[in-house]
């Protein structure tokens, strides 16, 4: 069974630093794709980056390009999210989910399209507050 399990969120102040981890267990393959995601209070959930475990590469959404790296421990099955210069809107629930196809390029329409991805961990939160 597959299993996502975010971690690492918690209350920094504008400018802080955080580092999330997305530990997965249960795939049958070592290709596929971790997305971060985020859900502020009411609004919808967005992607945020995304990494291909097959070739390692990445993307960003423009607003968290040059502040946020996503990063990869194959031999941890650990999808890391270094975020930096935090602001007070990047607060929200983030969560981790998979894409199954193995080669798939991490792009935009992949990350908005929240339908393609299978399995979603349950979020941490995150609040950039002074």
């Known amino acids: 069974q597959v299993q996502l399990v975010e971690s690492g969120g918690g209350l920094v102040q504008p400018g802080g630093s955080l580092r999330l981890s997305c530990a997965a267990s249960g795939f049958t393959s070592d290709h596929y794709v971790i997305g971060w995601f985020r859900q502020a209070p009411g609004k919808e959930r967005e992607g945020v980056s995304c990494?291909?475990?097959?070739?390692?590469?990445?993307y960003y959404v423009d607003s968290v390009k040059g502040r946020f790296t996503i990063s990869r421990d194959n031999a941890k099955n650990t999808v890391y999210l270094q975020m930096n210069s935090l602001k007070p809107e990047d607060t929200a629930v983030y969560y981790c989910?998979?894409?199954?196809?193995?080669?798939?390029?991490?792009?935009?329409?992949?990350?908005?399209?929240?339908?393609?991805?299978?399995?979603w961990g349950q979020g941490t939160q995150v609040t950039v507050s002074s």
């Open positions: 989910a998979t894409h199954s196809d193995p080669f798939a390029r991490p792009d935009e329409p992949l990350l908005r399209l929240l339908r393609l991805w299978d399995y």
């Open positions: 990494v291909s475990n097959y070739d390692g590469s990445t």
